[in-house]
């Protein structure tokens, strides 16, 4: 099946500092991708979605400044969490949408912030 | 219209029993019913998805129902095991419509 690679699994950082998570469709071409959040025993919380080439589309309460979002060729989105707080800590799941509206996601990045 | 409900919240089976997970939706323009299934600290993978010119899709030990006028749809697991101890999670897509997702089932398989 189709695989996503989502890069830092983990990623540990002080308050302040901006962190960058990787988002790469390995084996197809995703003119969509999307950005979750989730917490703890909760289901996928949609952030953002990304279309190649344009700006993302950020679901109503996400801070575009804070979250910012390049989805730069068919196979890479990245999702950077500027001048983060603990309140950003949390887990981030990208996904691409791969032919036949299937969607596949990545294993995610577990973010903590001092 | 974009809420998908399911149930049960958590669930307990004895390994070889059968777990059923349900859900039901709103939206008609929806024509994507997938499965995901989470393990702590990883992301969704999916598991089995149906589209509505089918009743029934079934893949190994899962078993998806789709019952479109009711528009309900339901994932069996049969000869449940402890390695499927996991969160469940239903979703629904189509008509514009991007990926709207259950709250998730919490399924526990005692040995």
């Known amino acids: 099946g189709a695989v996503v690679s989502q890069h830092p699994s983990r990623v540990i950082c002080k308050s302040g500092t901006s962190v960058k998570i990787e988002c790469r469709s390995l084996?197809?071409?995703?003119?969509?991708m999307f950005w979750y959040r989730q917490f703890p025993k909760q289901s996928l919380m949609l952030m953002a979605t990304?279309?190649?080439?344009?700006?993302?589309?950020?679901e109503q309460g996400v801070e575009k400044d804070k979250f910012l979002i390049n989805h730069a060729s068919l196979t890479l989105s990245t999702l950077t969490v500027t001048s983060a707080h603990p309140e950003d800590s949390s887990f981030y799941i990208c996904?691409?949408?791969?032919?036949?509206?299937?969607?596949?996601f990545g294993a995610g990045t577990r973010l903590s912030v001092l | 219209q974009q809420q998908v409900k399911q149930s049960p919240q958590s669930l307990i089976v004895q390994k070889g029993g059968i777990s059923i997970i349900n859900c039901a939706y709103e939206?008609?323009?929806?024509?994507?019913f997938p499965w995901y299934q989470q393990f702590p600290g990883k992301g969704p993978a999916l598991l089995i998805a149906?589209?509505?010119?089918?009743s029934e899709k079934k893949e190994g030990r899962f078993t998806i129902s789709f019952n479109k006028s009711a528009k309900q749809f339901s994932l069996h697991i049969m000869d449940s095991q402890p390695g499927d101890s996991a969160t469940y999670f239903c979703?629904?897509?189509?008509?514009?419509?991007?990926?709207?997702f259950g709250p998730g089932t919490r399924l526990s398989v005692l040995p």
């Open positions: 084996d197809f071409q995703a003119t969509t």
């Open positions: 996904s691409a949408r791969g032919g036949g509206g299937r969607q596949y």
């Open positions: 979703a629904a897509s189509g008509g514009g419509q991007n990926f709207v």
């Open positions: 939206n008609t323009a929806f024509d994507y």
């Open positions: 990304s279309n190649e080439g344009s700006k993302a589309t950020y």
């Open positions: 149906i589209r509505p010119d089918v």
